[in-house]
Every structure is written in C-alpha cells, then in structure tokens.
C-alpha cells in the first residue's frame, strides 16, 4: 500500500499541525509513523506514574461508587438485631432473611409497588407513542406550522407555571386523588421530543417520498418506514421515560397523600427511612430500645427495602447501555 | 447520471404524471427514479403555493398537531395564567374562573413580603454598610436566605460534577484495558438509575455513627466518638455537592467521552511524534477538543440550576441545617401548599421562572461572545 500524499489522513494532519503544507515525501511519513506507534509502546518514567496514578484514581472511582450498594445489600441479609451492632461491610454477618419478609408483608409497600409496576408501563408506553407522534409531525419538512409548532414546545422547557399553579390546575382537572395524575401530565416532555426529532430528521427524505408515491398516507409513513428505523432512539426514550416513573416519589406525596391506594414504592420507601431518621440516626445507642419496639429493627428493614427497590433497575440497565449513549448524545449536543 | 434522468424525465413526463397522482404502484428502475424527481420538483412548487391536494395529504399532521397544542396549552401553558395568582390573595372557590375572578387583588403584596426590602433598607440606615446591611438581610428574610441556598447549592453542584465528570471522562478514555474500561464504564453509571431517595437513605447509613466513614475517622483517631454530619450546617452543602458527585459524575461524562472519541486520532499521532506526553496531549488536545460540548452543556445546565435545588435538599434537611438547606422549591412547597398561602407560592415560583430565563439567556449571550455556538 503506497501513501498518497493528498489522501492520507495522517499526513495531511501533520502538515496541519506544523504550519502549512507538509512537504514530507512518503518515505518520511512512514518512518514517522512507525515512530510515533515506537513512542506509544515505550513508556518513560512519566507514562508508568501516569497510568499507575491514573488506575489508582479509577479503582478508588469503582470502590466508592459499588461499596454503599453492596454494603446496603449486606445489611439487608443480616440479621436486624446484630446489625445495630455496626460493622457490616461486605458481607452479612449474621445470615436471615426476616427483614425481606417484613417488607413483603407490609400493606403498603404492596400497594406502591403494583402502582408503580403499573404506571411506569403505562406511563412509558403512553409517553413513547405521544413523544414519537409530535416528533414526527415537527420533523415533516413538508409540513405547514413545522416551525411554529417546534417553537411552541421548545417554549415549554424553559418557561413553566410553578408547583403551585401546577397543582391548583390538576385540581380542577380532578387529576389530583387519582392513578392518571402520574400518566396524563407528563405525557410529553420537550427535551425527549427534540431528541426523538433530531435522529428523525437525520432519516434520509427519500424515504418518505417514495412511500408517499405508493400512495402512503402520513400515519402509515410512521408506523411502517419511520418507527421501525427509531427502534433504537425509541429504546433511549422508553428508558428515560421508565426510569423517571419507577423513581418518582413526589407526585405521589404531592397530590395522592390522601390517597393510600395510589401511593408508589418510592413513596413508601421515603416514608420508612424518614420514620427511621425521626427515630434518630444513632440507632447504635438505642439498640435495647428499638429492638424492644420491634422485632425486626428498621436498618436491615429498610436496606431490605431499598434493594426490592433498586434491583428491576440494576438488572436492566447494563443490557440497555448503547440505547442510553446513543440518545445521550444526541439530545445533549443538539439540544 | 443526471443526464439519465432528464431525459426518462422528458420521454415519461405524462406517464408519470399520471402515476404520481394515482399513486399506483409498479414500474422499471428507471422510470421509478424518474418519476420520484418528477414529483419532487412539483412537491416544492406545491410547498410554496398551497394547493388543496398538499392540505388533505397534511390533514393528518394538522390534527395530530392540534392534539399535541391543546395538550400543551392545557399542560404548559394554562398554569402560566395562574400567575395571576400571584398579585391576588388567592381563595379556591368552586371552579378556577370563579376563583381567579372572585380573589382579591391586592398588587405586588405578597412579592413585598417575600423579599422584605424594608429589612435590607433599614439596616442599611444604621449600619452604611452595603455588605454588612445584605448579611442582615439574609439572616432576617427568609426567603432572601432560600435565593441564597438555591444559587449556591446550584453553583457547587454544577462547577463540581462538571468538573468531576470531566475529570472522569478523560481519565477513563486514558485506559487502554477494553474490558477494565466498560466495567468501571458500566458501574460509573450505576447510581443515576437510583433514586434520590435511596441515594439519600445510602448517605444516610454511610455518614451513620456505624457507618464506614466514622469508622475510618475514628481508626485514625480524627475523632474519638462518631461525627453527626447531618447536625452541622457547614458541612450540609459539601454533602449534597459529593451526593450530586456521586450520582452523577458517570453518567454526565457519557457526553464528554463521546465527544472525546470524535476527536481526530491523527492530532494525537501528530503530537507523539513532537513528543507530546500524555499530560501534555491532553492539555493541548483533549481539552480543546471537548471544550465547545463543556460551553454548550454549562449553557444548558446554568438555566438548571434553580431546579437542580430540590430532592437532596429536601431529603436530607433537618431542623438543625434548615437555615442552610432550604431552597426555593422547598419554601414553595411549605408556605404555598403546606400553609396553603398559594399566592405567595406562585410569587415565589415566578421569581424562579423569570431568573432562570435571565440566566439562560445570559449565558446563551457570553456563549456566543466568545466564539462559542450557543443554544439559539
């Protein structure tokens, strides 16, 4: 494989970084190459102290990110009792599983979690279709009020009522003490659609136009050569969207306190480890005292708790990685 | 090729005139191309002059387009006439026209008691102290004092994970292990799956008197009985600041190490063979490399920063730490809906409103000042 100077990337750049054309025959260039390849394998002193400081900082990184995690599971599977004694790190020291028992034997916490098992697939589900169908009306290049409609909705990611308004609105709309305040509401939100849009208008327009010419009409145009072609951003927004449902905790106190059929995990779990704080966080002192109170006592309890919560999402998300990089970046560099 | 394309243009320009209007299905290669450019041609004469045929293939669009308007004016904007709100002494009656009309006006009232200037003028009468006279205001008026905690917190919290996630983007991209590199990828992006409720109660048990850090102080002997951070109002910023580090650095490097990977390999080469090191090829090509995706994302974030002050705080604050906790989203939540004063709430929400638009466009403009594209 001879250089060409004209088309090798690698001389070109040279000559861009060392001022005007480069004027190096080919020959040159590849003695340079396989200098540049000899550089990255022989490492002076400064290289090793970089990648040794640079790998300590990373497993420190890992360490702290992984360790309140695995310490939370340990505490889970102790024993309620022993583990007021402190020192639980990694591992269980006493094995039991009572504490996963009370949690699954609470009322409430039953509740929560089928609500939210509930609204998050519907929430998605809803969310997905309403975000999709708006992103594919604003990203029509054909279409009439393209930019005014485009305009209108970025409006909304910047300009909101407040809580306040918010809620006196779903008051009237008799959203508040009701299941479809976590659906209706946040149907749409700005950001996804711009995201959803930006990779549509990325598709080639050939596409719709021969569709067009097989006498497609526009909503055939988006079940049947657009959505397939979104999977992939579809997957970003459906998990964007899913994880903000299984995690939200404020509607629920905000407009469903009243309600204790429509409470959401979250919710629950809020409210188990603020009963424990309010208890005192020294837990160590009182040990005699809370175990007297109960028999399973709360920091195993609420660990228990915590892991039923965070699992579903633990399980997913590493399968669901490329999704979330691909959408990421769209939405955050384009906006 | 174009030429090719004329001239099936000129020979089947009534056939496919004709197909395209009908819609109808089968034809040669050649004819297919020449008919899509044909129609193509027409398609634009038609989107600048409106025919009935281009509405009625839009009607779709127009209705779907309608839905989604008057969900947002019901969603989006309907709650901005509820600003309103803010300049009545706001009653609910039985439905919101009636309580809209029906409420007293009573002006700028209830921002006079939310920024409480006469405090700030009084101490500035006795004490000619500009800076002295603000530090009177904000230990008096509460609401000065949530302005205050909001920004701060805000500022913290975004100069450090930006800086953090930075930090953690070019650090990782320096690995060259593949497998080292996804997991500590993949764990970076663990905690922002979590809610700020778990993270909190996680916090919690760390910084507890059986917690690991206490037993770390006190193996060292830094203390002698465990430490109550939560007691002090010194340390309650710097925690939410490491919380927000914690959950997010790795997902918010997500960016930046895409944005990393799309500089020119040959920039690096380049350096090498001037005997660039690695800390040098970062300095003067990493770092300039990413620094249009840092503009845009700090551009974005600064417009965030109000909102950004609301879950950890309110999670995590006690009665102790409230002089330095409370933000404005938390003294909404308790004078607005809490003690049902809903006017002084919707004031304090639009003064939020109105400065996150001001900072947003604030740092749009300083964006493109300096040579940057900002977001509009």
Request: glycine fraction near 8%; include cysteine; charge should be positive.
């Amino acid at each position: 494989m001879s250089i060409n100077k004209k088309n090798d990337e690698f001389a070109l750049n040279y000559g861009a970084t060392h001022g005007g054309e480069s004027d190096l025959t080919a020959d040159e260039i590849k003695r340079l190459k396989r200098m540049a390849k000899k550089n990255t394998k022989r490492m002076d002193a400064g290289g090793w102290a970089f990648v040794i400081i640079n790998t300590i900082f990373l497993v420190v990184f890992t360490v702290i990110t992984l360790y309140p995690i695995l310490n939370t599971v340990a505490y889970s599977f102790n024993d309620g009792l022993d583990a007021l004694r402190g020192g639980i790190y990694l591992l269980p020291r006493k094995i039991s599983f009572e504490s996963y028992k009370t949690v699954f034997n609470m009322h409430g916490f039953l509740v929560g979690a089928k609500i939210t098992v509930f609204r998050t697939l519907l929430g998605t589900l809803t969310s997905l279709i309403a975000n999709a169908l708006l992103a594919f009306v604003i990203s029509r290049r054909r279409f009439l009020f393209r930019s005014s409609l485009s305009l209108f909705w970025v409006i909304t990611m910047y300009v909101n009522g407040g809580m306040v308004p918010v809620m006196v609105l779903y008051k009237y709309l008799g959203l508040t003490g009701s299941f479809w305040v976590y659906v209706v509401p946040g149907m749409i939100s700005a950001f996804n659609v711009m995201v959803l849009r930006t990779y549509m208008e990325d598709l080639p327009d050939e596409l719709e136009e021969s569709a067009q010419l097989d006498g497609a009409g526009y909503l055939t145009i988006f079940l049947r050569i657009i959505s397939p072609l979104c999977k992939p951003v579809y997957a970003t927004i459906a998990l964007f969207v899913a994880v903000w449902q299984w995690n939200s905790w404020f509607d629920a106190m905000l407009y469903n306190r009243l309600k204790p059929e429509y409470t959401t995990l979250q919710y629950e779990l809020m409210k188990l480890l603020s009963s424990v704080s309010k208890q005192g966080g020294n837990a160590g002192t009182s040990a005699t005292q809370a175990a007297a109170s109960t028999q399973v006592t709360t920091v195993s309890v609420r660990s228990a708790a915590s892991v039923v919560t965070m699992v579903p999402i633990i399980c997913v998300y590493p399968f669901l990685q490329r999704y979330f990089v691909t959408g990421l970046t769209i939405g955050g560099v384009k906006g | 090729m174009a030429y090719e394309n004329d001239q099936n243009v000129n020979i089947e320009e009534s056939e496919s005139n004709q197909a395209s209007n009908a819609s109808a299905g089968t034809g040669s290669g050649a004819s297919n191309v020449a008919r899509k450019n044909d129609y193509y041609e027409k398609s634009l004469k038609k989107s600048k002059k409106l025919s009935k045929g281009e509405l009625k293939r839009q009607a779709v669009l127009l209705i779907l387009g309608g839905i989604f308007v008057v969900y947002g004016l019901v969603f989006y904007y309907l709650p901005l006439l509820g600003w309103v709100m803010a300049f009545q002494n706001f009653k609910t009656k039985k439905n919101f026209w009636e309580s809209i009309s029906k409420s007293k006006f009573v002006g700028l009232g209830k921002f006079k008691f939310l920024f409480q200037l006469g405090t700030l003028k009084e101490s500035f009468e006795e004490t000619h102290n500009i800076f002295k006279s603000i530090k009177a205001w904000i230990d008096q008026a509460d609401f000065i004092r949530t302005i205050r905690n909001t920004f701060g917190m805000g500022a913290l919290n975004l100069v450090s994970s930006t800086v953090m996630a930075i930090l953690f983007a070019i650090l990782l991209n320096e690995v060259k292990n593949k497998y080292g590199k996804k997991f500590v990828q993949t764990v970076s992006y663990l905690p922002h799956f979590l809610s700020w409720i778990i993270v909190t109660g996680i916090l919690r048990d760390v910084l507890s008197s059986t917690g690991i850090v206490n037993d770390i102080l006190r193996l060292f002997h830094i203390v002698d009985d465990s430490y109550n951070f939560f007691m002090h109002p010194l340390w309650f910023w710097p925690i939410v600041a490491l919380s927000n580090i914690w959950k997010e650095t790795g997902w918010n490097a997500i960016i930046y190490l895409a944005a990393i990977t799309a500089i020119d390999p040959c920039l690096y080469e380049a350096a090498e063979i001037d005997g660039a090191g690695r800390l040098n090829k970062i300095r003067y090509i990493t770092l300039p490399g990413i620094a249009p995706t840092i503009i845009i994302l700090l551009v974005m974030n600064i417009g965030n920063v109000l909102n950004a002050g609301f879950e950890v705080q309110y999670l995590l604050g006690n009665g102790l730490v409230q002089k330095v906790s409370q933000t404005i989203d938390i003294y909404v939540l308790q004078w607005g809906i809490g003690k049902g004063d809903f006017s002084l709430g919707t004031a304090a929400g639009i003064f939020k409103s109105v400065v996150a638009i001001a900072l947003i466009a604030i740092s749009n403009t300083i964006a493109k000042k300096s040579g940057q594209s900002g977001l509009f």
